[in-house]
């Protein structure tokens, strides 16, 4: 499979900052990058869908100004938690999208631990 | 209809023997099924994945079985060993380039007793 790094692992952060993480497509060019989301024992849920150069497409109930994203390229993206508060507190994972006819695989980082004070 | 229903939630199961993990979709215009195996701390990993032309896919001990007109599809492990205990995943996926979106199952936590 291919590989994804995500950045930082882990971050522990006050009230009210911002916190950045990268999620980096490191062996194969990425049509497509998403976002989740996971909480303790749930499944996946998909924030954002960003495709290279152009405006990421949120999911219903996701706030577009709170969680920003950048794609700059086809093996970057970034997700900026602004404002973080305690209940942004969550396990963000990133995956990196590849296109084959007809369908596209999914390659996940290892994701990003984020704990608001 | 963009559900994807997986159960077990939970499972147990003796060293060596078959872990069964199902999953049921309503619509039929999903075209690819992968699984996906998740530790604790960690991200999804892509285990094993079929498209509906096909009904059944075997890598090593891993099988996805797949019926279309039951619009349901499983993984099968064969002798299950203790390093296999983890969440895993089922997935649904549809679309075009650039606008593929998987559905996930609600996850099911495999532990495999030695």
């Known amino acids: 499979g291919a590989v994804v790094s995500q950045h930082p692992s882990r971050v522990i952060c006050k009230s009210g900052t911002s916190v950045k993480i990268e999620c980096r497509s490191l062996d194969f060019q990425a049509t497509t990058m998403f976002w989740y989301r996971q909480f303790p024992k749930q499944s996946l849920m998909l924030m954002a869908t960003?495709?290279?150069?152009?405006?990421?497409?949120?999911e219903q109930g996701v706030e577009k100004d709170k969680f920003l994203i950048n794609h700059a390229s086809l093996t970057l993206s970034t997700l900026t938690v602004t404002s973080a508060h305690p209940e942004d507190s969550s396990f963000y994972i990133c995956?990196?999208?590849?296109?084959?006819?007809?369908?596209?695989?999914?390659?996940f980082g290892p994701g990003t631990r984020l704990t608001v004070l | 209809q963009q559900q994807v229903k997986q159960s077990p939630q939970s499972l147990i199961v003796q060293k060596g023997g078959i872990s069964i993990i199902n999953c049921a979709y309503e619509n039929t215009a999903f075209d690819y099924f992968p699984w996906y195996q998740q530790f604790p701390g960690k991200g999804p990993a892509l285990l094993i994945a079929i498209r509906p032309d096909v009904s059944e896919k075997k890598e090593g001990r891993f099988t996805i079985s797949f019926n279309k007109s039951a619009k349901q599809f499983s993984l099968h492990i064969m002798d299950s060993q203790p390093g296999d205990s983890a969440t895993y995943f089922c997935?649904?996926?549809?679309?075009?380039?650039?606008?593929?979106?998987?559905?996930f199952g609600t996850g099911t936590r495999l532990k495999v007793l030695a």
């Open positions: 997935a649904a996926s549809m679309g075009t380039s650039g606008t593929y979106k998987y559905i």
């Open positions: 960003s495709n290279e150069g152009s405006k990421a497409t949120y």
């Open positions: 995956s990196a999208g590849r296109d084959l006819p007809s369908y596209n695989e999914q390659f």
